[in-house]
Nanobody
Framework: QLQLVQSGGGLMQPGGSLSLSCAAS????????IAWFRQAPGKGREGISG????????HYANSVKGRFTISKDNSINTAYLHMHNLTPEDTAIYYC?????????????????????WGQGTQVTVSA
């Protein structure tokens, strides 16, 4: 059974940067594609980035393209989301999610119901 544990996040001023980590245990992460979702107050959950099982292919929602970077290090079973040029609109609870165990060799953001495994969520607040 795959388990995901998130770390990182917190409070940042607009224009700043934060990084989130998603550490996997129980199964090898190279069997899973990873996505990051977020849920802002009063809104539904939004898929913002996905990375392929091998970590080579990525995909971003328009809302974060050019500012966020997703990566995956299968050697240490950890995925990351590096966030730059943050704005108050990025304030949300962020979740990592995994789909598998089937290698998906393209970075995609699937509908959230496709992801069986979820991290516990991490609060990111962007405020002056």
């Amino acid at each position: 059974q795959l388990q995901l544990v998130q770390s990182g996040g917190g409070l940042m001023q607009p224009g700043g940067s934060l990084s989130l980590s998603c550490a996997a245990s129980g199964r090898a992460l190279d069997l899973y594609a990873i996505a990051w979702f977020r849920q802002a107050p009063g809104k539904g959950r939004e898929g913002i980035s996905g990375v392929s099982s091998d970590g080579r292919s990525t995909h971003y929602a328009n809302s974060v393209k050019g500012r966020f970077t997703i990566s995956k290090d299968n050697s240490i079973n950890t995925a990351y989301l590096h966030m730059h040029n943050l704005t108050p609109e990025d304030t949300a609870i962020y979740y990592c999610a995994a789909v598998g165990p089937t290698r998906i060799n393209v970075g995609v953001i699937l509908p959230e119901e496709e992801y069986r495994y979820w991290g516990q969520g991490t609060q990111v607040t962007v405020s002056a």
